[in-house]
């Protein structure tokens, strides 16, 4: 079994600033990539930025310039730091693991910005 724990979100301000962390723990032997979603009430939920075991990356354009998503590959972890926050940027953020066939989610954790 694979476990994804979040942590990081919170209420900030518009022009602010938050860092998501994602750690994976349990049976982990080869990533695919790591990523975020979000899902705003009433929206689908969508894809934020996603980062592969080569180390490319992918922004949703809304986000481009404003976050940025690494790993820590030792410690199956990844990060998404948003800065220049907005309103629209209010959602449950969720992590995504792909790994072989599987893909495995985490909890997620509530980013609420404030105009």
């Known amino acids: 079994q694979v476990q994804l724990v979040e942590s990081g979100g919170g209420l900030v301000q518009t022009g602010g600033s938050l860092r998501l962390s994602c750690a994976a723990s349990?049976?982990?032997?080869?990533?695919?990539?790591m990523g975020w979603y979000r899902r705003a009430p009433g929206k689908q939920r969508e894809l934020v930025a996603i980062?592969?075991?080569?180390?490319?990356?992918n922004y949703a354009d809304s986000v481009k310039g404003r976050f940025t998503i690494s790993r820590d590959k030792a410690k199956n972890t990844v990060y998404l730091q948003m800065n220049s926050l907005k309103p629209e940027d209010t959602a449950v953020y969720y992590c995504?693991?792909?790994?072989?066939?599987?893909?495995?989610w985490g909890q997620g954790t509530q980013v609420t910005v404030s105009s």
């Open positions: 995504r693991l792909g790994m072989g066939w599987d893909v495995y």
């Open positions: 349990g049976s982990i032997f080869s990533i695919n990539a």
């Open positions: 980062i592969t075991s080569g180390g490319s990356t």
